[in-house]
Structure formats: C-alpha cells, structure tokens
C-alpha cells in the first residue's frame, strides 16, 4: 500500500476548456444543440429580471446526479427560490442584449427561414459527368468504358491513372478491356463532356482540349483564330519555357513576337487548370467576428465588445427547477430534471467564463498593439501568449484556447485574434518589430517594384535594411514563399 496525489480533470472541466476554444459559430451550434436536447435550459426573457439570492451555493459540481442535492432544502414558502438560485445575476454587460426566447405573434420564424435560405448540397462531380455520360450517343461497347474512366478522374478533372492500369483494374464483366477501345472511350469523354479539358491526363492536354473548343464559348467571342493558334504553339512546344517566363527565348525559337506571345499568354490565364472546379459547389465559411473593436474619438482610445446575440443570453427554466421540489413526482423524473439543471448551470458558467477571458485577452491586446490600429499590419509588435497570461494571471494554455480560431472586426478589417501573437526582431533604431510586419513590409516592397526590374532576394534585403530590418537573404526567401511571391525571375514583365 502507499498514499500518493494524482491530478485529474473532471469532465465539467474538459468541457469548460472545449467551449472556450470554439469559435463563434461552432459555439452557437453547441448551444442551440444543447437548446433542444435539454428541458431545463432557455434563452432569457428581455424583460427577465434575475434576482440573487445571499447564502446559496452550488453542491459539489464533481457529479452529475448530486450536483443539486439541498435544493429540497430551500424554503418551501418561496416556490421561484431554486430558479432564482440558478438565474443569478453573474456581473456582466452583456445582458442587456438579451433577446426573447419564444416567437412574438406574427414575428417570422428565423430557424424555418435560415432552412429555406440554406443551399442545396451539390451533387458530386463524378454523378455530374456521368449524367452527362449517360446522354451520349457513341458505340455501345464505349459506354461503360466511359464510365470506368469517369469514375478514375479526381477532383480537379484529371485522369491521373494510365490507360493499362485502367484496363488491369477492369471488373471482370468488362474483360479483356483493350486499349484501342479505352483511347476511342477517352476521346469521346475528352470530347462531349462539359466543360473542356475534363479528363486531361496532364497541364498541357488540359489547355489543349480548352483551346480546341475555345472559338465555340461564348465568353470568348473577341478571341479570333490566330490567338488561339498563337496561345496552341505556347502550349504544344513551348509549355516549359512559358511556365518559367523565358518569354524572350519563345520568340527566338518560335518567330512570334513579343506582344503575340504575351497576347497568347494573356488567353491562356483565362483559361482553368482545373475545369472540374466549375461543376462542384464551394461553399466559402462565413467568418462571424467574435468581438468587435471601435474607436472613441473623444477619449482617444479602442474599446472592444464581444458580439453578442439573443442565443448566449440563457438561463435555467423557473418551472422545471421548481418540479424538482415536487415531493408528488416519481423520483426517477426528479432525478432527471435535477441532471439537466446541472448540465444547463454548467453550460452557462462555462459561456460566461468564456466571454469573461475572451474579452480581458482582447483588452490586452489592444493595450499592447494599439500601433497596428493606428497604423495597420506594418505596426505589429511582438507579443507573446506568456505576457498576456502573465498580466492576467491565467495559464498559457488558457490564452492559446481563448484565441484559436478567433476573430475580431476592427477600423482595419475582420482580422484573427491569434495573428496579434507572434515573435519578432529588434530594428536597428531599438523598436520591436513582429515578424507579421516585418512580411508586410516586404510584400509593401514587392508590390512598389519596378516589374520589369524586379528586385531579386539580396536587393530585397538591401530595400528592408534601408527601412532599419536587417534580417538574411534565406530568411527573404522564406517569408517571399510564405506570402506565395514568385521569385524575381518569374515576376519580371517584358
């Protein structure tokens, strides 16, 4: 035998840290799901007004099934005791917000609107093609061999499988599959599917099957003949040299000249290396800011507020906290309702908290980068998670969940909260400059270039040592690549 401590987290308390890194929309899915799931939780009335009542305390929040274990002891002469218990006034400043949590007669019904605004789930490319397939008139014995490859593309359009490969993973109710029928198969595929260029094998027969088929588009009207067949010479003899921007050396080898050349270049970019891209669906995350940041022009400084909605505003419903007094009801439904009393408390505590730390992490960065409001990206100071956790008191790890996939809207934009977190260097006057600023001084430099003089790696490092940031060429090299810039070579424009 021997006596020894071991460090555990509770479920309550997983479950507090969960919440806290999630970001706003995610949140609001977990609360309109616990909304349904749970009787005794509620959005608050607008005109609710809680009242706290001195002495009472939670039991031991350690177990679900005695977490509300005395509220039989509560005076029987004051049945609304136990929801006041729960619906305590927790000092914050956003109840005001607080919005109605039934439907107002005549009022429209916002979750039935939101269903009949969400788009359809869009059909898979592969069922696309094959619908298409399907219409085709060609030799019967091409038919399922259409489908076969079809069903090999990926999601860009390409076929990236060999022929012979496709025929040795045939089913064996399409053997001996020849490769005489699987090219006539591809053409035919290549051919009458839309759009143009699905089920290319590379880059160059994906543009070639888009130029074939350009002067019958009609988004390319203006494009007569001869570009097409200029834009068909870059493509089929040229492809290496074009993607490396030896403009100059195409012209020598090909009699084109230059303007033809950027001509056909131009045509080119309008052109899709992945044109199965248009049949499927993205739909774009809409970022929601989780705090809003303003500035107050008559005391010269930024406040923030969290952006609050009538959902957070929750409480625990009065009723079902008084059944759990009911002396008549079967103890079985008591003790249900007392567990979904404790799951609900522990919901709103852990969304309180939440908004408590998100918004003391925010006025700190605030007060530390108030340079990057005034002045935007290039201003950013090193700030690292340990300060702010320091100044706060909190844990590290506390700051890292308050800001992972965080956003806050300020004068600058909807920016992440965790991008104002970052190391940085020292300029030659003595300030501290965040490694984020220091790459949006670099691509400040880029954009300002003289394009058909770009500025290679070491004359970069000269241009950012002239504006006091002296870092190395390798390290110019790895923020250019990081900000996806092109060396010079491939930025020059003849």
């Known amino acids: 035998m021997k006596l020894g401590q071991q460090m555990k987290l509770a479920p309550r308390m997983i479950q507090s840290m969960e919440i806290l890194q999630m970001p706003l929309a995610e949140l609001q899915e977990r609360i309109e799901q616990e ?285 079902y906290a008084q059944m759990t007094r009911d002396r008549s009801l079967d103890k079985r439904d008591r003790d249900f309702i007392r567990k979904n009393l404790s799951n609900a408390n522990w919901l709103i505590d852990a969304v309180n908290q939440r908004k408590k730390t998100l918004l003391r992490v925010i006025e700190r960065v605030i007060e530390h980068q108030r340079d990057f409001f005034d002045q935007g990206p290039e201003a950013l100071k090193p700030l690292p998670m340990s300060q702010v956790a320091d100044e706060l008191g909190i844990h590290v790890a506390t700051v890292s969940r308050a800001v992972s996939d965080k956003w806050i809207q300020t004068p600058r934009g909807i920016v992440p909260l965790r991008g104002f977190f970052s190391g940085g260097l020292q300029t030659e006057s003595g300030e501290d400059m965040s490694y984020d600023a220091v790459k949006a001084a670099l691509r400040e430099i880029i954009d300002n270039e003289d394009k058909s003089r770009p500025l290679s790696d070491e004359a970069l490092v000269q241009e950012l040592k002239a504006r006091g940031i002296e870092i190395a060429r390798r390290t110019v090299a790895k923020y250019r690549s990081q900000l996806g810039i092109p060396s010079a070579r491939l930025r020059k424009q003849f």
Not at 79 to 104: C, I, K, Q, T, Y
Not at 137 to 166: F, N, T
Not at 232 to 261: F, K, Q
Not at 292 to 312: C, F, G, K, M, P
């Open 35 to 319: 909304l349904e799931n749970n009787v005794a939780l509620e959005i608050a009335e607008p005109s609710g007004d809680a009242v706290e009542l001195d002495g009472v305390e939670h039991e031991d929040r350690g177990s679900e099934d005695e977490g509300f274990g005395r509220l039989d002891d509560f005076a029987e002469d004051n049945p609304e005791a136990v929801a006041n218990e729960f619906n305590a006034e927790r000092d914050r400043p956003w109840d005001e917000g607080a919005g109605p949590s039934r439907r107002l007669a005549g009022e429209p019904d916002a979750k039935m609107e939101a269903m009949a605004n969400t788009p359809a789930r869009g059909v898979p490319l592969v069922d696309q093609l094959l619908e298409q397939w399907s219409l085709v008139e060609v030799d019967p014995r091409l038919v399922p061999l259409g489908r076969l490859i079809i069903e090999k593309l990926d999601g860009d359009g390409y076929l990236r499988q060999s022929l012979e490969q496709i025929a040795d993973e045939a089913p064996q109710s399409l053997r001996p599959v020849s490769l005489e029928d699987l090219e006539r198969a591809l053409t035919a595929v290549q051919l009458f599917l839309d759009p143009p260029g699905v089920a290319a094998r590379d880059a160059r027969e994906c543009l070639l099957l888009q130029l074939d088929a350009l002067l019958e588009d009609e988004r390319f009207e203006d494009v007569d003949e001869h570009l097409v067949h200029v834009a068909r010479t870059l493509v089929s003899d040229h492809l290496d040299d074009l993607m490396n921007n030896r403009l100059p050396r195409i012209a020598e080898r090909s009699g084109l000249s230059l303007d033809e050349i950027k001509a056909g270049l131009a045509l080119l970019r309008r052109l899709s290396l992945a044109p199965a891209r248009r049949l499927v669906q993205t739909r774009d995350e809409t970022i929601i800011p989780d705090a809003i940041v303003e500035y107050d022009e008559h005391q010269d400084r930024y406040y923030a507020y969290l952006n609050e909605t009538s959902w957070q505003n929750l409480q625990i419903n009065r009723e």
